[in-house]
């Protein structure tokens, strides 16, 4: 029995109660037995649980689609190149700007900037620690470096020791400065998080024995922008900024049922839309200026990854176009020429657009897929962290 036909039979059954009812009335005597019959029968109707027996009557996928909301940005973690949709099976609903459904009490509405938690606070995010080593006699970068090698051994975290030249007063950092050049300031740096976590105290002790070395080898001062115990507190404020934001723009291109993609007309194809096979053995759109990519498509497979020849004679069973949204400028702009690109791929195979839930794709769906991604942009900034710069590609 299909929904339709179960609420046209409970509709004939109440009307027929109804009418019976009132037959009854007009028949009958009317008097206080005749009112609690309709009484009884009004309150039996009012405590049927509708909506319950209509959900149990649907088939399951019109349940799925009924529940399913919005399409959203995923955290990066939950990006599933497979499109097997596991992840999504055991998610009730889907990740809106990074914050789970119950957590989304401090989150304006879609298209305002998004505010984390009053923990994260509001001012700018520092991502590093770093201690200073002034010096009146210069230093070389050979003998600088040498120092700073042997014990960063012990560091886990990214960390850069960088030098004011002399003469010149240029900041750079002694990984890449010339061999001549001397310093005079150097400053050691750890960066405090990223998306996999926070920095520990463990290595914060180390990072200070590294600088205790390096003062009394090179016969330097040291002064410390902040104490272990002061950074511990940012470092966890970092760490919650890198896993709100670090969030993905995921469409799928879908052929038609019980079909794929031809390997060569899929290499066509893309080829047209300007995409280049390249970094990880997917397809990239790069910024012609930096050569940076800007959004990446990948097959439809575990490894997301294409075979040459796969590419020459194989099928494939489905594409994946993904942006990662806080690494590249202006990620809105970047996501409209991703659905560009999505529409004439899908067009060009006879595919179809949908979003990581299997959900269908069009103007409306695409529209609040942006009023996010511009939330996620201007609250990026409001901590400091422009989308793009080197900050964020040290973070993301």
């Known amino acids: 029995m299909n929904l339709q036909l179960a609420?046209?039979?409970?509709?004939?059954?109440?009307?027929?109660?109804?009418?019976?009812?009132?037959?009854?009335?007009?028949?009958?005597?009317?008097?206080?037995?005749?009112?609690?019959?309709?009484?009884?029968?009004?309150?039996?109707?009012?405590r049927i649980p509708w909506g319950n027996i209509a959900a149990g009557l649907r088939p399951k996928k019109l349940v799925q689609r009924?529940?399913?909301?919005?399409?959203?940005?995923?955290?990066?973690?939950?990006?599933?190149?497979?499109?097997?949709?596991?992840?999504?099976?055991?998610?009730?609903?889907?990740l809106v700007g990074g914050l789970p459904p119950e957590k989304e009490s401090t989150k304006g509405a879609v298209g305002t900037a998004q505010t984390l938690p009053s923990g994260m606070g509001k001012q700018p995010l520092k991502i590093d620690y770093w201690a200073r080593l002034p010096g009146v006699t210069p230093v070389s970068r050979d003998a600088a470096l040498a120092v700073f090698r042997e014990y960063e051994i012990d560091l886990q975290r990214p960390r850069a020791l960088h030098g004011c030249?002399?003469?010149?007063?240029?900041?750079?950092?002694?990984?890449?400065?010339?061999?001549?050049?001397?310093?005079?300031?150097?400053?050691?740096?750890?960066?405090?998080?990223?998306?996999?976590?926070?920095?520990?105290?463990?290595?914060?002790?180390?990072?200070?024995?590294?600088?205790?070395?390096?003062?009394?080898?090179l016969n330097r001062s040291l002064q410390f922008d902040m104490t272990i115990e002061e950074a511990l507190p940012e470092a966890e404020r970092l760490s919650r900024f890198c896993q709100e934001f670090d969030l993905l723009a995921v469409i799928h291109v879908e052929p038609p049922p019980g079909k794929g993609f031809s390997g060569p007309e899929v290499?066509?194809?893309?080829?047209?839309?300007?995409?280049?096979?390249?970094?990880?053995?997917?397809?990239?759109?790069?910024?012609?200026?930096?050569?940076?990519?800007?959004?990446?498509?990948?097959n439809r497979s575990e490894a997301g990854t294409f075979s040459y020849d796969e590419l020459e004679s194989g099928m494939l069973r489905g594409l994946v176009l993904f942006?990662?949204?806080?690494?590249?400028?202006?990620?809105?702009?970047?996501?409209?020429?991703?659905?560009?690109?999505?529409?004439?791929?899908?067009?060009?195979?006879?595919?179809?657009?949908?979003?990581?839930?299997?959900?269908?794709?069009?103007?409306?769906?695409?529209?609040?897929?942006?009023?996010?991604?511009?939330?996620?942009?201007?609250?990026?900034?409001?901590?400091?962290?422009?989308?793009?710069?080197?900050?964020?590609?040290?973070?993301?």
């Open 7 to 46: 609420l046209i039979l409970l509709g004939v059954a109440t009307f027929t109660g109804i009418v019976l009812l009132s037959l009854w009335q007009r028949r009958g005597p009317s008097g206080e037995w005749l009112e609690r019959s309709r009484s009884g029968f009004q309150s039996i109707l009012q």
């Open 66 to 94: 009924v529940r399913q909301k919005e399409p959203s940005l995923v955290s990066s973690g939950d990006l599933d190149l497979a499109g097997d949709n596991r992840a999504s099976e055991l998610q009730a609903e889907p």
């Open 165 to 217: 030249t002399q003469p010149g007063n240029v900041w750079l950092d002694l990984a890449t400065a010339p061999a001549d050049e001397v310093f005079s300031d150097l400053i050691v740096s750890l960066q405090m998080a990223d998306r996999d976590g926070a920095v520990t105290e463990s290595e914060l002790t180390r990072f200070n024995n590294l600088t205790y070395y390096m003062s009394e080898t």
């Open 267 to 298: 290499a066509r194809a893309l080829d047209r839309a300007g995409m280049r096979f390249g970094k990880d053995d997917m397809f990239h759109l790069y910024d012609p200026r930096t050569g940076e990519s800007r959004f990446s498509l990948a």
């Open 323 to 396: 942006l990662n949204v806080p690494t590249v400028p202006r990620p809105s702009q970047t996501f409209s020429d991703l659905i560009s690109v999505a529409n004439y791929v899908s067009t060009e195979l006879g595919g179809a657009l949908v979003d990581p839930q299997k959900g269908k794709l069009a103007e409306a769906q695409f529209d609040s897929i942006s009023k996010q991604i511009r939330s996620l942009e201007l609250s990026m900034k409001r901590y400091g962290i422009d989308p793009g710069s080197e900050e964020a590609n040290r973070l993301f």
